[in-house]
């Protein structure tokens, strides 16, 4: 196919300046039609421009003159690029990752000279049947950050705001065929200042190009306002439009005149019930499907109230990603998104931080999400001057604010899934933001407006905060926190809390508790969705540094519940159990008795019955009794205590179960889903026992002591029967620093991954005092501590044996002033990587559990690989570990622990996934590494937020534990 565009008689305003003044102006742009709502579809032509477009890239914003735009230019030699797409992610150019700096100098509005330049040429013909009549309509519905667009030509104008729509009246000049349509992209721009918002830089034409016809007599802006009276149960609706029409809803019996109100009686929308009437907007030239929910907002009484009722967000904010296509999604990539969250009993996203794809809106409403949206706004760069400077405190910028406030809200204000405007995110104060809050007041006045940087809440509706500790947050809750008189009367929210960085985050029961206890408490929304990591075919997913950034802030950019391909994280578990709409609270007596259990529907608005409930028994793990449980169809805030039937008797540790599973398919789960959960034990649990017989026994260099062999003069465990060990089964303290253990930065000397690299725990030497055998015993006396201190661990091995099974009693007493908490203590040994299929134990599972993210972790049986054990964080760090074990049979091994203990194995030593930066790094070796954790150190979320509740701190103190090994039988 040729690509040389044939010459036209369009002779206006052809493409023959080479300015570039447009860039650095602080204006919005120029020749784009005013902001107007945003539909699907309607029954007027379309044509979308998405494809493959030609492409050539410029190092700088004139490198090149313009009359690629003119008819004939032969674009031939031209690469190709997918529309939408980013270039940087097709071959041209690279990714740039910053949390807040700025990858340029801060000049505002001055951008760089080397200022990469893509310009993008496509040239379509029109449908044969496009009509003749009428006018057309180009819509850009993202680019990133600065575009000039031509068609046949002729200059149409040029505009900023990436992540927002921009629309050209282009009727006039479109051909039958041989249409060319030239796009000039600017990565940097005077709007990049306003964009700064912890993502990658990815410039390029992201989101759909689409032709529109406008026949006469078209929907120009209209106004769909539908609220919901909860005393009648009625609704009003009326739809404003700039065009008059009629409204109709043919389930509800209504036809009526455009501006004219309409009250029936009608089902509400809200996330739980996303009840949506199908309606249509004619005018005399097109109809517009509508899908109307009725739903009133209002802040009142203190609190944010949704047809009359508070409402508890359970939220995630949400950046737009994919790992090979980045903020280039596809309709089944957001789709995912939803029903991700939908499964994990998420009720809310902020879209943070700005207007998502505008489809993702339409998921919401169909399949029920809160959301918060948020204008395309952040310059977080500026903190570093002490906010000098920053646009939004300069009358200058506020044109460019303004039109960012209206294009969200007029594209999206017919949503009833959006219940929140947000100003934008970390832009510190200034007239600019007031001046936005107050046009959005003034134009949409039935929803609340968001903004975490308006302390005293002059501008807001809501008070929002990031990252607070559970202290302050119970504070707020409980009305101490001070402030303005405005800001203690209004509902609060965390907007960004639980950073999700890595392994974790730690701590989110311990925010739902506070959540459920005070009423003005409105929840949170968990920073982030998804782990921005970049597909790497070496490094698995790249992130920030690996494309030879000048500045960039590494794997910041990797903090989401699941990560970069969608798989959840463990975190996304947990927060599934933390936040579950139905409490499952056991009653049962102790002794083997079932008792009751307390169902408590946690929903804000939708009753229990698309719920159906189970119960079962397990001993020591296996289910021995299970059957259905009636419940009664509980309304919104209800709870009853239903009966459980009589256990059977079998001895062992008795737990009961019962689940609350989807009784139909629903629109994003399948029968049988689950929803909520509960566990409770009806019997303690039998400790192991082992009664010593045998006595140790010297060889040459080795020690006998019942089924295993000892090191004579180390002490150091060798064999256990014909099963070799390696690594001396020693004191570990040690564990490959989390994330959220490094902390960021900018945090006080609290950080402990810090702290414990200061102190040396992750160089801790081991000195063997004494190896004594005597008795039925052999006793090994060690020492760990770190060089350069006098701090230690006294620790003492003592083995025992029945002749066919050993016991290990592990006694630690610390020594010196011990200031810090520890990462981990248990033990750690080797086994032949080829005698390691597969794991099995009795505790703690399916996934990960630490000891401030175990709420998800059910007690049972269960079995894995390697592999399965192992969480794979796109930057390796402390995985795995599987809590409140009782027993495990690894390589032959049965191991019983007294008492229960966190149980990882892994390909490769912790001093090895401590060294390693991406998942790449980890190349399995001969040895499987099996740790035995008698505690682990909590996990808490200090990658942004605060650190583990001290409950959850690994103080060292004199401390003993068992372990009984034997073969498995």
């Known amino acids: 196919m040729s690509f040389r565009a044939p010459a036209t008689d369009c002779t206006a305003s052809t493409a023959s300046t080479a300015s570039t003044d447009y860039v650095e102006d602080v204006s919005p742009g120029s020749g784009t039609l005013p902001p107007r709502a945003r539909y699907a579809s309607s029954d007027a032509k379309s044509l979308s421009l998405n494809g493959k477009w030609r492409f050539r890239l410029s190092p700088t914003a004139d490198a090149e003159d313009d009359v690629f735009a003119e008819p004939g230019y032969d674009a031939g030699g031209w690469a190709e690029v997918s529309v939408p797409g980013h270039w940087v992610l097709q071959g041209h150019g690279s990714p740039i990752y910053t949390n807040h700096l700025y990858p340029f100098p801060v000049d505002p509005p001055r951008v760089p000279t080397e200022n990469p330049t893509g310009d993008h040429l496509r040239v379509f013909d029109l449908p044969a049947d496009w009509p003749a009549d009428g006018d057309a309509v180009l819509r850009f519905d993202g680019v990133e950050s600065c575009a000039r667009v031509w068609l046949n030509g002729t200059r149409l104008g040029e505009f900023k705001g990436s992540r927002l729509p921009h629309e050209f009246a282009v009727g006039h000049l479109l051909e039958p065929s041989g249409n060319v349509l030239a796009v000039r992209v600017h990565q940097w721009s005077a709007g990049s200042y306003l964009e700064d918002q912890d993502q990658w830089w990815l410039p390029g034409v992201f989101r759909d190009v689409t032709l529109l016809h406008r026949p006469a007599g078209c929907v120009l802006d209209f106004f769909v306002h539908a609220s919901y009276d909860h005393l009648t149960g009625e609704g009003t609706l009326r739809v404003d439009s700039d065009v008059d029409g009629r409204v109709t809803v043919p389930e509800l019996g209504v036809d009526a005149a455009t501006g004219a109100s309409v009250t029936v009686p009608v089902e509400p929308w809200s996330a739980e019930v996303p009840r ?70 998420v009720n809310a996203v902020r879209t943070s931080h700005y207007p998502p794809h505008p489809a993702f809106l339409d998921l919401c409403d169909a399949y029920g999400l809160w959301v918060i949206d948020e204008c395309d706004l952040e310059t977080h760069g500026f903190t570093g001057q002490g906010w000098r400077d920053n646009p939004v405190d300069d009358d200058r910028w506020t044109p460019a604010l303004l039109d960012r406030a209206a294009r969200m ?54 008070y929002a905060r990031m990252y607070a500790s559970h ?47 005070h009423d003005r408490l409105q929840g949170g929304f968990v920073w982030e969705w998804i782990d921005h990591g970049i597909r790497h075919p070496e490094l698995g997913f790249a992130y920030g540094g690996d494309f030879g950034e000048e500045l960039h802030d590494g794997n910041f950019v990797c903090d989401g519940l699941v990560f970069p391909d969608r798989t959840p994280s463990p975190g996304l578990v947990e927060y599934k159990k933390v936040i579950e709409p139905v409490r499952i609270e056991g009653r049962g007596a102790r002794g083997g008795a079932g008792g009751t259990v307390r169902i408590t529907n946690r929903y804000d608005f939708a009753g229990l019955s698309a719920l159906a409930f189970a119960w079962s028994y397990q001993v020591d793990g296996e289910i021995v009794a299970s059957g259905p449980l009636p419940v009664p169809a509980l309304a919104a805030g209800e709870a009853a205590e239903v009966k459980l039937p009589e256990p059977p008797r079998r001895p062992g540790e008795m737990h009961a179960t019962v689940r609350a599973v989807l009784a139909v398919d629903t629109a994003w789960a399948p029968r049988g889903h689950v929803v909520a959960w509960g566990q409770f034990p009806l019997t303690g649990r039998r400790v192991p026992s082992l009664t010593p017989t045998a006595a140790p026994v010297p060889g040459d260099r080795r020690v006998t002591l019942g089924p295993a062999s000892f090191d004579a003069r180390t002490g150091a465990l060798l064999t256990v029967g014909d099963i070799e060990v390696t690594g001396g089964l020693r004191l570990d303290v040690w564990r490959a620093t989390t994330d959220n253990d490094d902390g960021a930065p900018w945090q006080s000397d609290t950080r402990h991954g810090v702290l414990w690299r200061t102190l040396g725990l992750h160089r801790a030497q081991h000195r063997l005092d004494a190896v004594e055998a005597g008795g039925d015993a052999l006793t090994v006396r060690t020492r760990v501590a770190p060089a350069g201190c006098e701090i230690g661990l006294a620790t003492v091995h003592r083995w025992t044996s029945d002749g066919e099974r050993l016991r290990l009693t592990v006694s630690v007493r610390p020594e010196g002033d011990w200031r810090v908490p520890l990462p981990r203590l248990g033990v750690r040994f080797g086994l032949p990587a080829a005698t390691v299929d597969r794991v099995r134990w009795f505790g703690g599972g399916p996934g990960e559990a630490y000891p401030d993210t175990k709420c998800a972790s059910l007690l049972g049986r269960w079995e894995a690989t390697l592999e399965e054990l192992h969480t794979p964080y796109v930057r390796p760090q402390e995985n795995g570990a599987r809590a409140d074990v009782r027993w495990v ?15 990882t194995a892994r390909r490769w030593t912790t001093e090895q996934l401590d060294a390693a930066r991406h998942r790449g790094d980890l190349v399995p070796g001969d040895t499987v590494w099996v740790h035995l954790d008698h505690g682990q150190h909590g996990i808490g979320s200090q990658s942004c937020g605060p650190g583990p509740l001290p409950r959850y701190f690994l103080w060292p103190r004199p401390t003993e534990f068992s372990f009984v090994l034997s073969r498995v039988r």
């Not at 405007?421 to 001046?435: F, I, K, M, V, Y």
């Open 276 to 345: 949506l009437y199908d309606g249509v907007l004619a005018t005399s030239g097109e109809r517009v499907p509508l899908r109307i929910g009725f739903r009133t907002v209002a802040v009142e009484d203190g609190l944010i109230k949704v047809n009359g009722r508070p409402v508890l967000f359970k939220g995630v904010n949400r950046h737009e990603w994919h790992p090979d296509t980045g903020r280039a999604l596809d309709a089944e990539t957001m789709r995912e998104d939803v029903l991700l969250m939908k499964r994990h009993n």
């Open 409 to 462: 809200v007029e594209r999206d204000k017919n949503h009833p899934s959006v219940v929140i405007w947000s100003l934008g995110n970390e832009a510190g104060t200034g007239r600019g933001l007031t001046a936005m809050a107050e046009w959005i007041h003034g134009r949409d006045p039935s929803r609340p407006v968001h903004y975490e940087g308006d302390a005293t809440c002059r501008d807001t509706d809501v």
């Open 471 to 517: 202290e302050e947050v119970e504070r707020i809750g409980r009305g101490l926190d001070g402030g303005p008189r405005k800001r203690r009367e209004l509902p609060f929210l965390l907007c960004e809390y639980a950073h999700a960085m890595g392994n974790g985050p730690g701590g989110l029961a311990d925010y739902q508790r506070l959540f459920e206890a």
């Open 889 to 903: 049979e690894i390589g032959g091994l049965r191991i019983e622990g007294d008492p229960e203990f966190f149980l």
